[in-house]
Each structure stands twice: as structure tokens, then as C-alpha cells.
């Protein structure tokens, strides 16, 4: 292999358009010619973000959070984090106990939630949005995202949208016509997709989109983890609290794991393809929970397109092998997330994120803060963002893929984004409710 200088590859490398604000540590392959790039989107056509340690002063901003539980409270800390002249104003939960913690983290913080701005039950959101709030983070279980979100929209408040932000195809669509709105409105929308603004994943995806590796030909993705932590039912709690307490194993609360967290990896493909699957072929099982109605495993393949596949694997159970990442495989080469690097096709590293480079450039490296400068960055610059139907998307994949697992046949996107399955139960009150329609779905027909 014959060696180049670093500062004459580095200095070649920026005439391509590789050079990046942190500067990525490029190493030859196996020639000393300079790769031919044939970007796969042109720049303009995808959208890459500004990523300065802290969001730019300006005027103040009244900020409310709906849905206080251990994600909103992770929430409330990062904007604050992210921005100075933050101030929180309203609060929303379905419970007060819930709500009077993250009031008492925010104390602690100098952020004192007036009794006035603090309201409970399931129209709370609509009481924080309604409060003269410029901004909301709405963190609730996924179920309820596509309804505060059309409600923010129509009152002219920018929106945090945590992931995944539908469960099913009728939330999907009430999200598209939402953002669409949104984006009329010059409002700014960023979702907790936080790849998005994770440093080492946006300088693979300025590569990728380049050209480094060439037209994408497939890839695999993987949330194989333990198990999630759950609920038993308390005694005075009916049937709704213990569901809404326990939600991340109800289906009709989180989407199942598949769509309420392995959504990241589902989106990390879709976002460097800039495509959305057109099939989905899967199966999945009940193995180790403990409650909830949902599987503990799903394996998936998607297809694209332009024929291509993708191989989505995600597992819920304590024991086994772990990996959570990302692969995407490419003509002249590929991107691996599990180590931050691009090879050739003979194996050979050309580019490996700087870990060091960008720890002596940067002091923010936490992408759910940096999620939030972003968004910051944007309403205080008066500049429309619209994040919504891209996640949107990749959360109707993996409902889609849930779907085929759930009953063993092969979903199309056709199929799935004109649905009418709604896993809104028809009324939202907390007592009694009809569970024998929760229960574990099981596909086929047995002998």
C-alpha cells in the first residue's frame, strides 16, 4: 500500500467536498488515486445541521412540557442545557406525581412552574399549548404524539416531537397533514430522532450522500437489548393507570419495541437512502415479558425501491447477545456505526470519525442536547424546520413491520399508510377498560 501525507490527503480530500468542520481522520485504500465521487443526492436536496455547542442568544422563549415522565424530565433538562434564556412555564401529565417531580427537578434549576401552569388529565396538553407557551416538548406515550402535535400546530407553537411520533397508519397521516401545516406556518418541528445531530452520524452522512461508498446495495440494523423496564399493577389502580404507568408494553401505547424504539436504526437507513421501504416481510414472538401485550423480538426485511434490502433485527430480553447499530452497504464500499468507519470494498479504512479533533473543537457532544440547539437555533433565526414527516415515515415502517409480523403475511407501504387501524381506544378516561382486546397477536393458523 503505498502511504500518502496526511496534510496532502487532507488538503485533496477538501477539493472533493470530504473536509468537514470536524475533520474526520481519512486514511488511503489500497491506491494513491483520488476517489471518484458521484454524489447520491446533490446538496440542497438533504438537510444537514448546524452543531455549535450552544444555541445563539436571543429573546426569551416560554417553553411547556406534556408527558413528565422519565423522558419529558430528560427533555426539560436538555433545552435547558442547550439555551440561555429558556424559561419553562407550563407543565402537563395525566398524573400529578409525575408532574410534581420534573416541577422539582426544575426548582432545583432556578425554574419555578407558577400553580397557574401546571394542569392534569388527558386535556392537559391542550392547557400548556393554550398558556401563551412559544415552544412545547411533547414527550407523552407515542400514542397520543400525532394529536398534540395537529393541536400545537393549529395554535402557532413550535414542537418538540420525542419518537416515535405514530403507532399506527391513521396517527401517520394525522402527522403528514400536521407538518405540512407546520411548514406553512414557518414554524420549527425537531423530532428526538437524535442521530440526526449526533456528530459522528452526520459526518458519515455528508460522505455517504457524497458518494464515498457509492449507491447504497442494502444494510442490516440491530436494537438487540435487554428487557425494558415494566409495571406491576399497583392495587387502586385501574385498568387505564396501570396501563398508561406500565406503557412501554401495551402496543396501543408505545407501537411495541419495534416501532417505539428500534425506529432509530429503521430511521438511520432510511435517512442515508433518503427512501422509504415499499414492503415488509417479518415474524416475531412472545418470549420473557413479564406484562403488557406486546413481542419481545421482531426480525424484518424490508424492501426498497430500487430492489435493495434491508435486515431489521431488534430483541427485548435480558441474556443474550447485545447490538445496537447500524450497516449500510454500499457499491464501492460501506459505513459501519458500531466503530465510525467507512471501508472499501477490499476491506481498506478511508474514513474513521476523529474522536480527538472533535473533543478539541467542540465541548457539546450529547445529541439530545444537540437536538435542541438545533431547534433553538432555528425558531430564534425565524427559520421554518420540518422534521415531523421524516420521522413520521420511519415510524410507519416500523409499524409496518410490526403488521407482518403480527399476522404473518407481507405489508406494503401502499397498504399500510392507507389503513384505517387506529389504536386509540374511543374513550380516554381513567377507570375500567374492555382488555380482553389486549392480547398477544399471534399469525398464521395452527394444525
Known amino acids: 500500500m503505498e502511504n500518502i501525507n496526511r496534510r496532502k490527503f487532507l488538503a485533496t480530500t477538501a477539493k472533493l467536498g470530504l473536509a468537514s468542520a470536524v475533520t474526520p481522520a481519512f486514511l488511503t485504500s489500497c491506491t494513491s488515486k483520488e476517489p471518484k465521487m458521484v454524489p447520491l443526492r446533490a446538496e440542497g436536496e438533504y438537510y444537514v445541521p448546524e452543531l455549535p455547542d450552544k444555541a445563539i442568544a436571543g429573546r426569551e422563549l416560554k417553553v411547556g412540557l406534556v408527558g413528565c415522565g422519565g423522558r419529558g424530565s430528560g427533555a426539560i433538562g436538555d433545552v435547558l442545557d442547550a439555551a440561555d434564556g ?90 403528514i397533514a400536521a407538518a405540512r401545516q407546520a411548514k406553512a406556518k414557518n414554524l420549527c418541528v425537531v423530532t428526538g430522532t437524535q442521530r440526526h445531530h449526533q456528530r ?87 418470549q420473557r415479558r413479564i406484562t403488557g401485550d406486546q413481542y419481545d423480538n421482531f426480525s424484518v426485511d424490508f424492501t426498497f425501491p430500487n430492489g435493495i434490502h434491508l435486515h431489521s433485527m431488534c430483541r427485548q ?21 458500531e466503530t465510525n468507519e467507512i471501508r472499501d470494498l477490499q476491506g481498506n479504512l478511508l474514513w474513521k470519525y476523529d474522536d480527538a479533533a472533535a473533543n478539541a473543537q467542540y465541548k457539546q457532544h450529547n445529541p439530545y442536547v444537540l437536538e435542541h440547539v438545533d431547534w433553538v437555533n432555528h425558531i430564534r433565526k425565524n ?27 407481507t405489508v406494503t407501504w401502499e397498504q399500510m399508510s392507507a389503513s384505517p387501524l387506529d389504536y386509540m381506544p374511543a374513550k380516554l378516561e381513567i377507570g375500567p377498560m374492555d382488555m380482553s382486546q389486549y392480547t398477544v397477536q399471534v399469525p398464521g393458523k395452527g394444525r
Open 86 to 175: 429558556i424559561k419553562v412555564t407550563a407543565l402537563g401529565d395525566v398524573f400529578i406525581d409525575r408532574l410534581n417531580g420534573v416541577r422539582a427537578q426544575l426548582a432545583k434549576r432556578g425554574q419555578n412552574v407558577p400553580d397557574e401552569g401546571v394542569f392534569i388529565g388527558f386535556d392537559a396538553y391542550k392547557k400548556v399549548i393554550d398558556s401563551g407557551v412559544d415552544m412545547v416538548i411533547l414527550t407523552t406515550p407515542p400514542v397520543f404524539r400525532p394529536e398534540h402535535f395537529r393541536y400545537a400546530t393549529e395554535k402557532g407553537v413550535h414542537s418538540f416531537l420525542e419518537k416515535p411520533i405514530a403507532v399506527d397508519p391513521k396517527g401517520y397521516r394525522t402527522v
Open 383 to 409: 427559520e421554518g424546520h420540518e422534521e415531523a414527516t421524516e420521522t413520521a415515515e420511519s415510524s410507519l415502517a416500523g409499524a409496518m413491520g410490526r403488521e407482518s409480523a403480527y399476522t404473518g403475511q
Open 317 to 337: 430480553i435480558d441474556g443474550c447477545s447485545n447490538r445496537v447499530s447500524e450497516f449500510v452497504q454500499g457499491a464501492k464500499g460501506s459505513w459501519n456505526s
Open 200 to 286: 459522528c452520524y452526520v459526518e458519515a452522512f455528508k460522505l455517504i450522500q457524497q458518494g464515498i461508498i457509492g449507491e447504497i446495495t442494502g444494510g442490516n440494523v440491530y436494537w438487540n437489548g435487554g428487557m425494558l423496564w415494566y409495571r406491576e399493577r399497583e392495587q387502586g389502580w385501574s385498568d387505564m393507570e396501570w396501563m398508561i404507568r406500565d406503557w412501554v408494553n401495551w402496543k396501543w401505547l408505545s407501537g411495541d419495541h419495534i416501532v417505539e424504539q428500534h425506529v432509530h436504526n429503521i430511521d438511520v437507513f432510511m435517512w442515508m437512502t433518503g427512501m422509504k421501504p415499499v414492503s415488509a416481510t417479518g415474524f416475531g414472538s412472545r
